[in-house]
Each structure stands twice: as structure tokens, then as C-alpha cells.
């Protein structure tokens, strides 16, 4: 049992690890997802939507919380330091993630719960059983306990925890001042937005139909498949008929959608521009923000400083955003035009608000942070621009 113990203590201990710094590498998707849960919960739970509303106002530090703490326990219980606080604090940090997976998996209104960031996608149902099994192990962890023996002496091993928590804690800042280290999503660097959003080569996915027919003459009722029910020639007797309130549908496979599948940017007079745009040949500058109110006025003018040298140059600029453009176009300094796009595929393509992206033959070549915006001379050296 000892032995076991530590099997379980390390898959544990090294699971949770793993799953802080994956969702640390993109702490403003966490962030996104917790806004995501707490909107959720304010529409099923509407007399308490102040509390949700506060919240999620709040997305971000929570999340780097819960991050941090998350990388805390995983490296407390691998060296055994802190046992009591670090088996409390599975069984809080398990508790939490259970009842948000279980709400998920249940409801289906969250269909992603962002345990993996971007790195990996699963189904509600799927993350819920993995929750539910780390659920027992924790149980486990917490029944025998006495096996919880430390790796170091207390002072080494206290100071090895207090290490790692500061880092983890310095490594989500430095991915919410700058752009994640490592991009997932389907807009990054190298990704071409066209190929993104084709279909070409996607399953379909199967749905069956399923017809209950009654029969007027003896009564007699039966299931069919759709295909089935025309090939079989059953529809030609008219004593069989369908009783449409059964109908049901079954899903056999999902079908395929595209990597980008909501990319659909309209211009000031309500016309979608997206393929115009991705035509446009060369190089062209995209300046997006997910939400003006909520966007820095510093970004703007670091921005917009790059982006007169760029319209000097000739490159194309385009402007993103959700706002009325009377509204986003005051900030543009006459540099550029804003088009509307929807809030998500902003969010996903670009975690700096405002940020930058150059595209380049409907590929991506690059993505700036407005704190770490380069000046065009060095993007016009870095990519042989004009």
C-alpha cells in the first residue's frame, strides 16, 4: 500500500502541475472561461446575478489564482511539504472543479470547461469523469494519508514550494503582459486564415433519423430509420403513417467544423468583408480590441504611432472590434478604419487589448502585445516589408 500510495501521490501531484502551467501559458483564456461559467451561473441562479456579476469582473485574478494555486498543491504534495493544507486544498480545488464540470456536463451550456487551456479540448462529459476520478483519488490520498512522508526537511522543502508558487505566479504575468509564450488557437503565428476556415476534407458527421410509424388499420406502431423507411418502399403503403411527435434524431458522429468557423468581419455599411480582405495581396496590418471600454488608451497611442509609419508605407490597416464605430474609429486617429467582427474570434486571435497582427497573403506573420510593440523599422527589417 505504501508503494501504491506514492504511485498515486505522484500521478496526482504531476497531473495537477501539468494542468496549472498549461493553463498558465494562457491565464486571459482561463479568465475568459470563468466569465464564460459566471454568466452562466447568473442566468441559472438570476437572484444572485449581483454576486456573479462581481465575479466577473474580477475573471482574471481569479483565475491566476486558481492557477497558481493549482501548480502550489501539485508541487506541495510531490515533495510532501504542508501535508494537512495540501490535501484540505485538493479537496476544495476538486470540489470546485467537480461542481463546475457536473453543471457543464449536465446542462451542456459551457461546452469546453478550459481545464487544458487551448492545449487540449474536451468534451463536458469527458472532463467531468476525469474530475469524478480524481475525486476518489483524493479520497485516497486523504484516507491514507500516513504514506504522505516528505521528500526534504521542512526548511528545503518549504522553500522549493515557495519557489515554484512564485514562479508560477511571475510566469501567468508575464503571459497576461505579453502574448502567451506558446499559441494553440488556430490563429497563430504561421496559420493561414483561409485554410482555417475552409470545409474542404471535414467529416459531415452522421445523423440518423428515426420515424415511428402507426399503422391505421390494426394499430400496430414500429420504429424506422430514415434510409430505411425510403428504401424499404414502406412510405408507398398508405396504411402506415408517420407520427411526427416521435420523431427522433440520434447523433452518430459529430460533424467537423472548421478551425476558424466564426471569422466574419462587416464593414461600416453592413456588408461582410471577410474574403475581401483575406484577397488583399501582400501585407495589411489588423489593430483589434475584444472590448473598447475595457481597452488601454496607451495601447491605442503606442499603436497608432507604429501604424502612421505603416500607412506611410502603403500597408493596408484595418481596424477589429465590437463597438459602434463611431466609437472605434475616435481612436484610430484617422489612421485606419474599424470594421465589426464578433467579440469571441477577437478574443481568440489576439489576447492583448488592443494588439496588433500582420498578415501577409492571408497567412499570419506576426502578433504584438501593445506593451511589447516594436517600432516599423524593426517589423519592416524582421519581414522585409516596404
Known amino acids: 500500500m505504501k508503494y501504491f500510495y506514492q504511485i498515486i501521490r505522484f500521478l496526482v501531484g504531476g497531473f495537477f502541475i501539468f494542468s496549472g502551467v498549461v493553463k498558465a501559458i494562457d491565464p486571459m483564456g482561463t479568465g475568459f472561461k470563468m466569465e464564460e461559467y459566471f454568466e452562466v451561473f447568473s442566468q441559472a441562479l438570476p437572484f444572485m446575478s449581483g454576486v456573479w456579476e462581481f465575479f466577473a469582473g474580477f475573471a482574471l485574478p481569479i483565475a491566476i489564482a486558481m492557477i497558481v494555486f493549482e501548480i502550489f498543491l501539485g508541487v506541495s504534495l510531490l515533495l510532501g511539504t504542508l501535508p494537512r493544507l495540501t490535501l484540505w486544498g485538493y479537496a476544495a480545488l476538486i470540489g470546485f472543479f467537480t461542481i463546475l464540470t457536473g453543471y457543464s456536463a449536465y446542462t451542456g451550456k459551457v461546452t469546453d470547461c478550459g481545464c487544458f487551456g487551448d492545449f487540449m479540448k474536451l468534451k463536458p462529459i469527458e472532463t467531468f469523469t476525469k474530475d469524478v476520478v480524481l475525486s476518489f483519488l483524493t479520497v485516497f490520498l486523504f484516507a491514507f494519508r500516513k504514506y504522505l512522508?516528505?521528500?526534504?526537511?521542512?526548511?528545503?522543502?518549504?522553500?522549493?514550494?515557495?519557489?515554484?508558487?512564485?514562479?508560477?505566479?511571475?510566469?501567468?504575468?508575464?503571459?497576461?503582459?505579453?502574448?502567451?509564450?506558446?499559441?494553440?488557437?488556430?490563429?497563430?503565428?504561421?496559420?493561414?486564415?483561409?485554410?482555417?476556415?475552409?470545409?474542404?476534407?471535414?467529416?459531415?458527421?452522421?445523423?440518423?433519423?428515426?420515424?415511428?410509424?402507426?399503422?391505421?388499420?390494426?394499430?400496430?406502431?414500429?420504429?424506422?430509420?430514415?434510409m430505411e423507411y425510403t428504401s424499404s418502399g414502406i412510405w408507398k403503403d398508405k396504411n402506415w403513417e408517420i407520427d411526427k411527435d416521435k420523431t427522433r434524431q440520434v447523433t452518430v458522429r459529430e460533424p467537423q467544423l472548421p478551425k476558424i468557423k466564426d471569422l466574419m468581419i462587416i464593414d461600416?455599411?453592413?456588408?461582410?468583408?471577410?474574403?475581401?480582405?483575406?484577397?488583399?495581396?501582400?501585407?495589411?496590418?489588423?489593430?483589434?480590441?475584444?472590448?473598447?471600454?475595457?481597452?488601454?488608451?496607451?495601447?491605442?497611442?503606442?499603436i497608432n504611432a507604429v501604424m502612421s509609419n505603416a500607412k506611410a508605407a502603403g500597408v493596408p490597416i484595418f481596424g477589429l472590434s465590437n463597438a459602434p464605430f463611431e466609437q472605434s474609429n475616435a481612436l484610430a486617429d484617422s489612421l485606419y478604419t474599424f470594421y465589426n467582427l464578433d467579440p469571441t474570434p477577437i478574443k481568440t486571435m489576439m489576447r492583448s487589448n488592443p494588439g496588433v497582427m500582420l498578415i501577409k497573403d492571408n497567412v499570419v506573420v506576426d502578433k504584438w502585445h501593445w506593451n511589447h510593440l516594436p517600432t516599423y523599422a524593426k517589423m519592416k527589417a524582421t519581414h522585409k516589408m516596404p
Open 149 to 226: 512522508t516528505p521528500l526534504f526537511n521542512p526548511k528545503i522543502g518549504l522553500s522549493l514550494v515557495i519557489a515554484a508558487t512564485l514562479w508560477a505566479l511571475w510566469f501567468d504575468m508575464r503571459n497576461v503582459w505579453d502574448l502567451p509564450v506558446v499559441d494553440f488557437r488556430p490563429y497563430k503565428i504561421g496559420a493561414d486564415l483561409n485554410k482555417g476556415r475552409s470545409t474542404e476534407g471535414l467529416d459531415e458527421g452522421l445523423i440518423q433519423t428515426f420515424y415511428t410509424l402507426k399503422n391505421t388499420k390494426t394499430a400496430e406502431t414500429k420504429e424506422i430509420e430514415s
Open 268 to 302: 461600416p455599411n453592413g456588408v461582410e468583408v471577410t474574403d475581401s480582405l483575406l484577397a488583399i495581396p501582400g501585407f495589411q496590418f489588423w489593430v483589434t480590441s475584444w472590448n473598447l471600454d475595457k481597452s488601454d488608451r496607451q495601447g491605442y497611442a503606442a
